[in-house]
Nanobody, 125 residues
Framework: QVQLVESGGGLVQAGGSLRLSCAAS????????MGWFRQAPGKEREFVAT????????EYADSVKGRFTISRDNARNTVYLQMNSLKPEDTAVYYC??????????????????WGQGTQVTVSS
């Protein structure tokens, strides 16, 4: 069983930055591909970014490409999402997710097995 705990959300002005962290329990983190998703009120959960377990290859949604960076620190069992040049449309609850052991990263939320509780990000205009 893997438990994920997000932190780092908050209120920021447009153009500002935030860094989200997701701490994972368990011994399999280094072999788990990780993802970030977000959900705004009244909308479906959408893909933000993913990072592979094997080669740290990353993939981003077009809406965040060039502004957000996903990274991982296997020694700390933590995945990060650095968010720069934030826009009001980035406002959402951000969720960290993990795939089962040794599966590649994915942009599909139904392919993730473990989820955190979410952290709120609010960007004011």
């Amino acid at each position: 069983q893997v438990q994920l705990v997000e932190s780092g959300g908050g209120l920021v002005q447009a153009g500002g930055s935030l860094r989200l962290s997701c701490a994972a329990s368990g011994r399999t983190f280094s072999r788990s591909s990780m993802g970030w998703f977000r959900q705004a009120p009244g909308k479906e959960r959408e893909f933000v970014a993913t990072i592979n377990w094997s080669d740290s290859k990353t993939e981003y949604a077009d809406s965040v490409k060039g502004r957000f960076t996903i990274s991982r620190d296997n020694a700390r069992n933590t995945v990060y999402l650095q968010m720069n040049s934030l826009k009001p449309e980035d406002t959402a609850v951000y969720y960290c997710a993990a795939r089962r052991w040794r599966l590649a990263g994915s942009n599909r939320p139904n392919e993730y097995d473990y989820w955190g509780q979410g952290t709120q990000v609010t960007v004011s205009s």
